[in-house]
């Protein structure tokens, strides 16, 4: 909705193709008087239907609808109002939408739980105002290596307060705690205190580092460079695209637990030994780097239809990979497709895609083909599978359609793959015709204790005799 001009109804604005829309199936007629029901309706809560609108510290808004507020039915419940938070980062602005007589009821109870938490702020950059490249940075580096460490879940857990860690384009701005008692928050800013003069600059460094080896660095490197050299490395999340890769000097993990952050301030002695450790590590990790081959990215205009077929195709090939080689990255913005990574893998990656693609609309001219031919139904459900999951199976393989009824295959699709699909499946049935099949008879008592929590007992006796074993389905334990 559109804020109003004063004494004037708000403005909805239809729903667009991305929205939910209402569904309606059943008699023809029915679905008509139904809809004409809605659509009047709709028409009597444009002319009742009032909005407010209030700005209230972003911060807060978490209070009012979500985990930490109320659900948004409970709210329409409570109220007969609607409330709508805003998906700007800089927007602060909460919108109350209801019938005239409840929309101010609506707007003190968003004020009531936005206010009904006490607030305080602690400014972390004020610890390390000497910090090079800036306090405001630092306390950025800070906050950043605490929520990837969990620390500060752990303080919200410990002390029943929320923190909010807001950032600016130079880093982290002041933290925001909000409790329902004052006396946690208190608390919650001792212990931050200790934490945040135990983390000067001197232990943390930050290195430039393309974002196409983030991947590589949180599997491959990361384990061996905090066990070489106690440097804990956290790697930008996806929303921080342009933050660097920043190195945190730790120390060997301790033998009788977790990792406990330090509290006070080190000496010179431990801060010319995290300098040590930081410079080795940063040199291992560019050295790695430096030794991998150029990155080139291109581009495929590629249609719709053939995005999942072609994905499936490429998560393939990238699995097929040499164990050393960074997969390429894929991304997808309408019909376009960006490969990017090591020149020769992007290049070999577009040359397969591209004779995938092609493949792939000559199929598309052979998709009505059908192929039909006999199947014993006794190995149907072989066939089949449990929850049709050997079908599917089949059907993502071979790139076909396949039916079983009475005795009968049918495939559809292009020829080639049909052809394909049932030779395989011919082979599976003279497969199936060469074995022998015994029924036991067990008394149903022990059948739950043969199958095994999950059906994990069964499992490996079919996978250690290679045999199938199945159980009547209606039979019970006595």
Known sequence: ????????????????????????????????????????????????????????????????????????????????????????????????????????????????LAMGMQMSNIDIGRFHRNAPGGATAHAGNVTRYLRQRKEIDRLEKLYNTHINTPFSQDGALPWELYSREGKNAIRAQSEITGIINGQPPARMHSVSIDPFFHQHLRTDITPKVKADYGVHVVIPEAFEADAPVLLVFEGPDPADGPYQLPRTKPSDAEIREFKKALDDAEKHILGLIDKQEQLSSTTLDVPAKFHERLRRFIKKEQEGRASDQIPVRVTKVGTT?????????????????????EQEKQDEKERGFTLSFDFPQKFANHLIGKGGSNIKELRDRFDVEIQVQDGQVELKGPKAKAEAARHHIQNLSRTLADETTHILKIDPKYHRELIGAQGGQINRLQTRYKVLIFFPRSAKAG
């Open 1 to 112: 909705p559109v804020a109003p001009s004063p004494g004037q109804p708000p403005v909805f604005h239809p729903a667009g193709a991305e929205d939910d829309h209402i569904q309606l199936a059943g008699d023809r007629a029915a679905i008509q008087q139904v809809r004409t029901e809605i659509e009047r309706q709709v028409a009597e809560l444009h002319k009742q239907l009032q909005l407010e609108q209030l700005a209230i510290q972003r911060g807060r808004h978490q209070f009012i609808i979500g985990d930490r507020g109320l659900p948004a039915d409970d709210f329409f419940a409570e109220t007969g109002c609607a409330i709508l938070l805003p998906s700007e980062e800089d927007d602060d602005m909460i919108t109350v939408i209801g019938p005239a007589d409840r929309v101010q009821a609506g707007l003190e109870k968003a004020m009531d």
């Open 337 to 357: 497709i960006t490969l990017r990574g090591p020149k020769s893998a992007v290049d070999a990656l577009a040359a397969k895609a591209n004779a995938f693609v």
